[in-house]
Structures are given as structure tokens and as C-alpha cells.
């Protein structure tokens, strides 16, 4: 028993005896496909082709998802000139009831039901030195482009971080940016705004 405790004992030490020294010989792998992998590396060479390369030039026409990105005004918000694009999107009621439903899952607590920067986390982040959103329905901001709009969603701007990856589809963007409009007309209509069939029919109730 006590020899073999002492012999226990002393392979502890001379195993600790070699910890942190530099070896030259290999370390020992038993597996071996995550260390020598069937693949080429950068700039290896390879007989599968003429030219002997086996890092391959892209397909003429091919465009990186950036490239196209910047390449229209749905993808970048301008259109060929390079000035705000307004809202490629077609109106319809399924678009609007999309952009409300986006809106209010991704902008609403910062921004507010109605669109005026008073949401939730605007409301309560005001004791921690919060900085509210700008309220849409400001002179400024109801004359800023549609493109504006998407681009700010697309790219985030000051406080606001991005919201690409939370919204990465391109149209959902353009359709909050159709409902963000439906706000402001509704806190900034005019006579000329209500259809006269609509405005008698209100009259009468």
C-alpha cells in the first residue's frame, strides 16, 4: 500500500517538475483533422488549374453584399445622383400594417406610440442623463427625406445604434419609414388633408 502511495507520490512530482519548460520535440495529436485539415491555404498552389492558383478570381459581374448595398436607392437610400431617394416601397395597407407592427417592436420604447420621443426607455432614462429622441413631428424633421430616414435605421446616427441587423430586411426599413409619415400627418393634418366625403361624414356625427 505505502509502496504504492510513494510511487503515486513521487510520478506527481516529476510531472510537475517539467511544467512551463520549453519542449522541441512535437506535441502529441491523436486527432489529427482539426490540426491537418484537406484544404488549401492561402495562396496554395494547386494542379486543379491552368494556372496552377488555387485562390480563384470571382465571376465577372459579381457584386459583394456591400457593393450592392450602395448600388441602388431600396439597398442604400439615394438614388443615382446621390441625394435622398424617396420611398421605393408601394403604399398599401399590408406595408403600412408592417411598418406599425415593426414600429412599434423597434422604435415605439425610444420613440413613443405617436412618434414624439416620450417612450418608455426615453421616459425612464431621463433621471440617468438620457438624451431623448428628436420628436418626428418637428419642422425639421417632417422635411427630411424619405432616404433619410431609412438610412438612419439602416446606419443608426448620435445615440441611435444601428438597426440592420435587428430589421435586416430592407423593406421592412422602407415600411417603418411609410408609418413614421402616417405619424406625422396624423399630428399634423390639415383641412386639405381629409377627403371632403370624410370631413361631411364627420361633421354629421
Given at each position: ?194 377627403p371632403d366625403a370624410v370631413f361631411r361624414d364627420v361633421g354629421k356625427?
Amino acid at each position: 500500500m505505502y509502496k504504492v502511495l510513494s510511487a503515486c507520490l513521487l510520478s506527481l512530482s516529476l510531472v510537475s517538475c517539467f511544467r512551463g519548460t520549453v519542449s522541441e520535440q512535437s506535441p502529441i495529436h491523436l486527432i489529427q483533422n482539426m490540426d491537418d485539415q484537406e484544404k488549401y491555404e492561402v495562396y496554395e498552389a494547386s494542379p486543379l488549374f491552368e494556372d496552377g492558383s488555387s485562390m480563384r478570381m470571382p465571376i465577372p459581374g459579381t457584386l459583394s453584399h456591400d457593393e450592392q448595398a450602395v448600388s441602388d436607392a431600396m439597398h442604400s437610400g439615394k438614388n443615382a445622383s446621390g441625394q435622398w431617394a424617396s420611398n421605393p416601397l408601394a403604399l398599401s395597407y399590408e406595408v403600412m400594417d408592417r411598418g406599425q407592427e415593426r414600429y412599434d417592436i423597434y422604435c415605439k420604447p425610444c420613440h413613443g406610440q405617436v412618434g414624439d420621443g416620450k417612450g418608455m426607455v426615453a421616459q425612464r432614462g431621463l433621471t440617468q442623463g438620457f438624451v431623448p429622441p428628436t420628436s418626428f413631428h418637428s419642422e425639421d424633421m417632417r422635411n427630411k427625406k424619405d432616404g433619410h430616414y431609412f438610412d438612419v435605421i439602416t446606419n443608426g446616427i448620435r445615440n441611435m445604434s444601428s438597426y440592420r441587423y435587428q430589421i435586416p430586411d430592407v423593406e421592412d426599413r422602407w415600411a417603418i419609414v411609410h408609418y413614421i409619415r402616417a405619424l406625422q400627418k396624423s399630428q399634423n393634418a390639415t383641412r386639405r388633408d381629409i377627403p371632403d366625403a370624410v370631413f361631411r361624414d364627420v361633421g354629421k356625427k
